[in-house]
């Protein structure tokens, strides 16, 4: 008898039973993410609910290649329920911690969720999901692998959880978030006009935002501040860039104070400063909100100042990874 009503868990453990004793779908689904060269890695473990203080992870299935080591998809499931704010942030943060401890060498971050929903999403919410699949796909995917009963159940499930899906993604807003905001942009237009800060609505409680000046390239990679202020650094990013290449070339020309950092596939240039929350209020996060758009704006000049050689060593060290 079919299942009537899909949740998000069912179809979790119906992805994780796959990749565990599946080889053809695991290898499928590899080769549809950023993690598509890693041709021949098996799967050797799957995480489901991972939790860590950085929150929880719906799947992370590891990847070994024939030299024995690891790579690994974090994937996020999602039928109806909101994303959370800085949910896809915190995805990054887990997999990080496990790319600066060295027991992964690559990641992705995949979003399965119904088309529908994905094309719900606002612009920007889901950026840090560089692959997305949707239930559709994965029921092309099993019908088309065999007329065993097994792989027709697993597709008619997997359609009939997309159709589940309702409702979209809300930013969920408040007062103090915006009251917050607005003070930070006063101060931004008022000190640092460097950093060309916007001034918009942000998710209750956000603390990462973005800054790209006009003048930073978005080819062959794309640049950008990224200030983490629940974290306390400020990063000038270079997408698809390997740290450890980066650093070879550079190491002699940064400053003392700044260090770089793989982060997922882009390489970070990172200044360290004061971290705050939004819950504390303006004048509490005052001081700490100054040092990181100083921190931003150096960041902005250093890369005007040394663009040529900045840019050669990103383009030298562009990571498949």
Request: charged letters at 25%.
């Amino acid at each position: 008898m079919p299942i009537g009503r899909k949740f998000e868990r069912d179809i979790d453990l119906l992805l994780a039973e796959e990749f565990m004793v599946n080889e053809q779908f695991a290898a499928w689904f590899l080769s549809r993410s950023r993690l598509s060269h890693e041709v021949g890695a098996r799967v050797v473990d799957v995480d489901v609910s991972k939790a860590t203080s950085e929150g929880e992870s719906d799947l992370i299935v590891y990847y070994e290649r024939g030299s024995g080591e690891r790579v690994a998809l974090f994937i996020e499931d999602k039928i109806n329920a909101p994303l959370q704010p800085e949910q896809a942030k915190r995805y990054v943060s887990r997999a990080e911690a496990l790319l600066a401890g060295g027991d992964l060498e690559a990641v992705d971050y995949v979003l399965c969720a119904p088309a529908a929903y994905i094309k719900s999403c606002p612009a920007g919410a889901i950026d840090e999901f560089t692959t997305r699949l949707s239930y559709e796909d994965l029921a092309e995917h099993f019908a088309a692998a065999g007329t065993s009963l097994r792989a027709q159940y697993r597709a008619r499930f997997l359609r009939e959880a997309a159709c589940k899906h309702k409702t979209h993604w809300e930013r969920q807003i408040d007062d103090a978030t915006n009251a917050f905001w607005d003070a930070a942009y006063a101060l931004a237009s008022r000190e640092y006009p460097i950093l060309e800060m916007g001034k918009k609505t942000y998710t209750k409680n956000q603390t990462w935002i973005t800054f790209r000046p006009r003048d930073f390239p978005t080819m062959p990679q794309k640049v950008e501040i990224h200030y983490k202020g629940d974290r306390g650094f400020v990063d000038l990013a270079f997408g698809s860039t390997s740290a450890h290449r980066m650093h070879t070339a550079l190491r002699s020309k940064l400053p003392a104070d700044m260090t770089l950092h793989q982060t997922g596939r882009s390489t970070s240039l990172r200044i360290e400063v004061p971290a705050y929350s939004i819950a504390a209020g303006w004048d509490a996060g005052r001081g700490a909100v100054t040092a990181g758009f100083a921190a931003a704006a150096r960041l902005i000049s250093f890369f005007r100042e040394h663009r040529d050689e900045l840019m050669a060593a990103a383009v030298a060290s562009r990571s498949t990874s």
